[in-house]
């Protein structure tokens, strides 16, 4: 009887362990460090675009990117962040060889501009995404974004938001390491 | 502050949305295409501020994404070529109604199954109950 007793009392947890479970799973859901919303698109060949340099006007496009290696940015004047950010890259610039491709993200040119003038440019090819086709292209979530593009034009990484000299370090710097001795 | 003055405040923050929504106007050449459009516009998530849809949000990105909606649209392609477009870039993620298969069953089918689970569980309580009364 006491055994019986004691069965029916734990049926009394069963609903308690499902709410259980279901707040675990949901705790877990809130976890959103891990997740990249556009992991496909790496290893994904870099879009094909025709797009103006801001600084020189000329037109740019995939072909002519191709053979190097570059760390492509894709950042805005009206960004607060990536104007924050912008040391860092400038600190890669002077203290590794890498290629920087900077994607000025539906902006203003002569805003990007003069930011540049007064922060230093650190860029090979400054493209005028304004329409924001290459953003989309890319699978853009908002700026600022990288990514690392190989010498036959291949995505292999995609970082969101802004970039920390720790973070280049530790993250990109082996990546474009590896790609170099392949 | 006088009456007709609070009124005249009153109507000027009443079309204030409305002064927002003019910033952009999209021409359209039929009923359907605009129709396509504002569907299509409020289907898709915007991926900087993943609780707004695309119509919703003042994001660069959701703005980008609405322009080139609207130009495949004029330019005839069909709401679903568009859908595969964005679909490709961002996955899933980008559709307000993911799809039904292997990855969101949980998300479809569970509440579902929670109900039925917690109804099976009250069910066998209160028979359990009952026949302990009798």
């Known amino acids: ?182 | 502050m006088s009456r007709a003055r609070k009124g005249l405040y009153l109507v000027i923050l009443l079309f204030c949305p409305l002064l927002f929504a003019m910033n952009e106007i999209y021409q359209f050449e039929s009923k359907t295409q605009e129709q396509q459009f504002y569907d299509l516009i409020k289907a898709f998530r915007c991926v900087t501020c993943p609780n707004q849809n695309i119509a919703d949000s003042q994001a660069s990105v959701a703005k980008a994404m609405t322009d080139e909606i609207y130009q495949r649209l004029k330019k005839g392609e069909s709401p679903q070529a568009i859908q595969n477009f964005l679909l490709e870039r961002y996955g899933e993620y980008v559709l307000y109604r993911p799809p039904l298969n292997k990855h969101t069953w949980v998300l479809w089918l569970g509440p579902f199954i929670i109900v039925l689970v917690s109804v099976l569980i009250w069910g066998c309580f209160f028979y359990r109950v009952k026949r302990e009364a009798t």
Request: glycine share 6%; aromatic share 10%; net charge negative.
């Open chain 1, 1 to 182: 009887m006491k055994l019986i007793g004691l069965r029916e009392n734990s049926w009394r947890f069963l609903p308690a362990l499902i709410l259980g479970i279901i707040i675990w799973v949901l705790f877990k859901g809130l976890d959103f460090k891990q997740q990249d919303p556009t992991p496909q698109i790496s290893d994904f060949p870099f879009p094909e675009f025709s797009l103006e340099d801001v600084r020189t006007k000329q037109i740019v496009t995939l072909d002519d990117l191709k053979g190097q290696l570059y760390i492509a940015h894709v950042w805005a004047s009206w960004c607060r962040i990536c104007i924050n950010e912008h040391d860092v890259l400038t600190q890669i610039k002077n203290k590794w060889p890498y290629n920087l491709l900077g994607i000025v993200y539906r902006d203003n040119p002569d805003k990007a501009l003069s930011i540049l003038a007064n922060k230093g440019d650190p860029y090979e090819y400054l493209l005028n995404d304004q329409a924001g086709q290459l953003g989309l292209s890319l699978g853009l979530t908002g700026t600022p974004e990288t990514f690392i593009v190989d010498s036959q034009g291949v995505i292999r990484y995609h970082h969101l938001g802004a970039l920390t000299f720790l973070q280049f370090e530790n993250q990109i710097l082996p990546i474009l390491e590896q790609i170099n001795h392949e």
